[in-house]
């Protein structure tokens, strides 16, 4: 399971243009809504979705009062399983296979 972190007070403004939802990575926060289906996942691209945890947004949206955590689960497939359970080998087989595939805003890691 991962920490998520709902940011009560976009929602109650109703503000559509701000991010509501922000999974914790551990490194950072992504706000992309479709996390479960992105396929950088537990290897981000640092696409525009991307806060990295040292940053000031992150610390503010981290401390930010209203705030809900909720643990939700995510299903993961066998070689980002293998990368949080610490395996090595995994992490760089993951890494390689995402090596060229685009973020969720179109940026790519490498190109060919």
């Not at 992504?30 to 996390?35: G, K, V």
């Not at 981000?44 to 806060?51: G, H, I, K, Q, S």
């Not at 949206?61 to 395996?87: C, F, H, N, Q």
């Not at 390689?96 to 790519?108: H, I, K, M, W, Y």
């Amino acid at each position: 399971m991962m920490e998520v972190l709902i940011d009560r007070q976009v929602i109650d403004e109703r503000s559509i243009d701000q991010p509501w939802r922000y999974y914790d990575l551990g490194h950072g926060l992504c706000s992309y809504e479709f996390f479960d289906q992105c396929p950088h996942r537990m290897a981000c691209a640092r696409c525009n979705f991307y806060v990295p945890k040292e940053s000031n947004r992150a610390e503010l949206i981290a401390s930010k009062a209203g705030m809900i955590r909720m643990l939700p689960e995510i299903p993961l497939t066998d070689d980002e399983r293998d990368a949080v359970e610490g395996d090595r080998q995994a992490v760089e087989r993951l890494l390689q296979r995402l090596e060229f595939t685009p973020a969720p805003d179109g940026s790519v890691p490498r190109k060919r």
